[in-house]
């Protein structure tokens, strides 16, 4: 069975800088896309960033890009998504997944089909 585990998130001022990371375990696709989602309360789920662990081709958000950089470490199995100057808008839950596809980030691209516990991220003005 796929697991995915996350560690990282916290509370930080806005401007601060927080960092991800996303390891997975036990998953046999070919091509591998990880990457996270975020969701805030009374807003819908919103894919952020994701990366094709063989390529590195990688896809940011609108609102994350060039203060967001996902990066991957093959020999561990292991994403990272470094966060920096950070918004108040930035606050929510963030859940790792990973699917075949990185489309699946993409607004109405559908959802990965496998999926972190998620990890709370507050930016506090």
């Known amino acids: 069975q796929t697991q995915l585990m996350h560690s990282g998130g916290g509370s930080v001022q806005a401007g601060g800088s927080l960092r991800l990371s996303c390891s997975v375990q036990?998953?046999?696709?070919?091509?591998?896309?990880m990457g996270w989602f975020r969701q805030a309360p009374g807003k819908e789920r919103e894919g952020v960033a994701s990366i094709y662990t063989s390529s590195g081709i990688t896809y940011y958000a609108d609102s994350v890009k060039g203060r967001f950089t996902i990066s991957r470490d093959n020999a561990t199995n292991t994403v990272y998504l470094q966060m920096n100057s950070l918004k108040t808008d930035d606050t929510g839950m963030y859940y790792c997944a990973a699917d075949r596809w990185c489309d699946k980030w993409r607004p109405r691209g559908g959802s990965p089909d496998h999926w972190g516990q998620g990890t709370q991220v507050t930016v506090s003005s």
């Open positions: 036990r998953i046999t696709y070919t091509t591998i896309c």
